[in-house]
């Protein structure tokens, strides 16, 4: 097989794992590098979906997001960042997130002193993100095209479960390094394709959504190759996961109900309400109650040899690479 690899541009060395036939009746075949160890989807027909664009699909993590916002607890991967953030002065640095949504983290970035800005191809999640979380500086555009604008290089590029949606992660990641400044952060975070022993069954992790996968390692030399330091390198623990399934929705949808004046109304929402203190509260204690239930189970899954679901890594770009003067 002469394929290349879109990782590291690898030609000679890759092995079949599994094939796979799409709707449009489209084999796929899932391809790993025995270079850098990604494994990637890859066909001899073109293929032209646009994913990002199938707004239905994309759009449905709104009201989530609403409620993430209102109730203070994005999920685990946007928690390492905002917990941790690369600057302990963040007043006045600059931070792009790419694949911004809805903008649940920018919001929540702004919080920390971020000067934020995002893109998102969606039109109608950039719309939310205008006219719900009041963002001014988030456009509809896929990278390539923003960093035609050739805006100042900024302190923090954020990717969060956007690398694997990428048909080319080289040249991703090379763009985004042009978009940072040296010794800028660059944090993201992608599925773990070790999080199941045998095949993986969800839908998404197949094209046209995701076209790559990853383990730890290859996410690390992935990073290391394009001259990143590694600053900090995560699973997300059992007990994240186990965590939807103790959630009965019913705090989501009192505060849904005080968000929206209806459960399923969700138009016309003007922004966040503050005078929701009570009911955020009492969602924050639920949940720190639920993640001590399920302590033991967790410890469990990880004796029975459970890998984490997702990965967030936190990479900082070197101030002077080698072979540049
Ligand atoms: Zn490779």
Known sequence: MTIACPACNNTDQVELKETYQDKQEIVWQLIECCDCGVQFWHSDKSYDFVYETDQVFYSNGILQNKLAVESNDPPWHLRQFLQHPPHSQSRNRTLLDIGCGEGLFLSKAAVLGYKVWGIDPNPRAIQMAREYLKLDQVFISDLNR????????????????????????????????????????????????????????????????????????????????????????????????????????????????????????????????????????????????????????????????????????????????????
Request: hydrophobic share 35%.
């Open 146 to 325: 923003f960093a035609r604008t050739k805006p100042a290089p900024f302190d923090v590029v954020t990717a969060f479960e956007v690398l694997e949606h990428q048909k080319k992660p080289r040249e991703f990641l090379d763009q985004i390094k042009t978009l940072l400044k040296p010794g800028g952060y660059f944090a993201l975070s992608l599925p773990n394709r070790l999080r199941y022993r045998g095949r993986i069954e969800e839908p998404w992790d197949y094209p046209p959504h995701h076209w790559t996968r990853w383990d730890p390692s290859a996410l690390r030399r992935f990073l290391e190759s394009a001259g990143f330091q590694i600053i900090q390198h995560r699973l997300d623990p059992p007990v994240e996961r186990l965590m939807p399934y103790l959630n009965l929705g019913i705090g989501s949808k009192l505060l849904a109900r005080q968000i929206t004046g209806s459960t399923q109304r969700l138009e016309g929402v003007k922004g966040p309400n503050s005078h929701l203190p009570l009911i955020k509260r009492l969602m924050i204690i639920k949940d720190r109650i639920q993640r001590r239930m399920l302590y033991p189970l967790a410890q469990l899954f990880k004796l029975l040899g459970y890998a984490g679901g997702t990965q967030y890594a936190l990479a900082k770009k070197k101030f002077i690479e080698q072979g540049e003067s």
